[in-house]
């Protein structure tokens, strides 16, 4: 029985799909105005994990993911200019040039992370008289309003705003900046369409004039077309569950008069060295930065496996560099299982099976799942416990199908067996001869890092 963290419960709530045939699942995805960092690509670690453990608990998916190419403006509160307008400029290209640039290389980095592309990706620039549409909709209810710079939806009219984040109304207004439009009834009414000023690169033709999407109509209207008023699952970063998120929810249940998902879920935030990132301290890595550091892009996905995405995660190289050299012991343990043409009592595999697909099934728990792989692979050399990982590895996605492949760049049995000599050598206190050791581990092509757990290998690049 899969369990899973509902944000607007907060409690793990059994999923039950509204349709037993087929579960409808909406992801946030990226404004494709820059490279994705690995924050980002933590939160879309953990949808591929939501839609893994979906699969492998029995559940067909049809899942949608946006490609927001308008209307995310440079600030939350509806002010500044369209990151990709912003972007276009920069770079002296049009924002269709930027998207199609920017999706691309998105696409790549989730290919190489064994991401899986959901059923639907969908453009916002696609989906604007759908956008249009709801915005009608909105004002013929009486939940939005005109002024003259674009459309709001009035907040105060949906008794329910606040319910996701926990922060009611009248906690926001008290907390909020001084709303600089004087035509906004309230401080947190939201852009649901913007009036384009003269000379701005992204507009489309409306009802109330040239002018173009707010962020958030996008999600909802995207979601109606392709999931229906009603589905099961909407998952994002706890960074949309404040505004993005509850904005959301305001439009989507104005217009049905009813709760519109039954799950919420949410990962939390890459921290990098204890502290936040951000542009300006110069740790927004990508994944070409792991890479030219010297690492595999699934070196960064087992690296996010090993924390719960409830969990706040710190990213560090030091921390890298363990899931690197841990990943490259499991995959030459694998291989040798692999190798072998002995077997393993089937009640040993079943119970492995049982406890990995609980772990799964309780809020899917990565580190515990993994946890259970690593305690699997201690078992006498068995190809039976290599093909268990396989089955192991449709949760996992690491690739265990081309263990062999991976292995010729993995870190030699010679060079483990160095290691290991002079972690006995220290613990001796036979410092002369640690050191050799690590000169000839250096010398072989390699660099070892002692930390408080051990230590760590790297190739030299």
């Not at 604007?128 to 209810?141: G, H, N, R, T, W």
């Not at 998952?235 to 509850?246: F, N």
């Not at 951000?278 to 030219?292: C, M, P, R, V």
């Not at 081309?402 to 036979?430: F, G, V």
Request: proline letters at 3%.
């Amino acid at each position: 029985m899969l369990k899973i963290y509902n944000t607007l419960t907060r409690q793990k709530d059994e999923f039950k799909p509204i349709d037993k045939n087929i579960v409808r699942m909406y992801s946030c995805g990226p404004t494709v105005y820059n490279y994705a960092h690995i924050g980002n690509l933590r939160t879309y670690i953990f949808t591929d994990l939501i839609r893994r453990a979906l699969q492998i608990t029995g559940h067909k998916i049809k899942g949608v993911m946006n490609i927001t190419d308008v209307g995310h403006l440079m600030e939350d509160s509806d002010d500044g200019e369209d990151k990709m307008a912003v972007a276009a400029k920069a770079q002296k290209k049009t924002p269709l040039e930027i998207a199609d640039y920017y999706t691309k290389v998105f696409f790549e980095d989730l290919k190489k992370l064994n991401i899986q592309t959901p059923e639907i990706v969908a453009k916002a620039t696609d989906h604007i008289d759908e956008m249009i549409d709801f915005v009608k909709a909105l004002l013929d209810k009486g939940y939005a309003y005109e002024t003259s710079d674009g459309i709001y939806f009035d907040v105060s009219k949906f008794e329910k705003y606040g319910n996701l984040s926990g922060k009611k109304l009248d906690e926001q207004v008290a907390g909020a900046r001084i709303a600089v439009d004087t035509e906004k009834r309230s401080p947190e009414d939201f852009a649901l369409w913007k009036k384009a000023e003269k000379g701005h690169i992204m507009q489309w033709e409306s009802p109330w004039g040239m002018g173009y999407p707010g962020w958030h109509i996008e999600c909802s209207a995207m979601s109606k077309k392709y999931l229906g008023e009603v589905f099961d699952i909407h998952s994002g970063g706890v960074d949309h569950i404040p505004i993005h998120h509850e904005n959301e929810i305001a439009q989507n249940e104005a217009l049905a008069d009813k709760q519109t998902v039954n799950y919420w879920m949410h990962a939390e935030f890459m921290l990098v060295d204890g502290g936040k990132m951000s542009k300006s301290l110069g740790n927004t890595y990508t994944i070409k930065d792991l890479e030219d550091r010297g690492y595999d892009a699934l070196d960064f996905r087992y690296f996010c496996l090993n924390a719960h995405y409830r969990k706040k995660l710190n990213f560090t190289f030091e921390g890298m560099d363990m899931a690197k050299t841990a990943r490259a012991r499991l995959n030459a343990a694998l291989l040798e299982h692999k190798e072998s043409s002995n077997k393993t009592d089937p009640k040993i595999i079943k119970e492995y099976e049982d406890k990995f697909i609980a772990a799964v099934e309780d809020d899917v728990n990565a580190p515990l799942a993994l946890g259970i792989l690593f305690t699997a692979i201690k078992e006498p050399k068995s190809k039976d416990i290599y093909e268990l990982a396989l089955r192991f590895d449709k949760f996992l996605a690491l690739s265990f199908d081309k263990i062999k492949k991976e292995q010729e760049d993995a870190i030699p049995e010679e060079i483990i067996a160095l290691a290991n000599s002079r972690a006995e050598a220290k613990k001796a206190r036979d410092f002369k001869k640690a050191d050799a050791i690590r000169d000839e581990i250096d010398a072989k092509g390699y660099s070892i890092l002692d930390t408080r757990e051990g230590y760590t290998i790297k190739k030299k690049v």
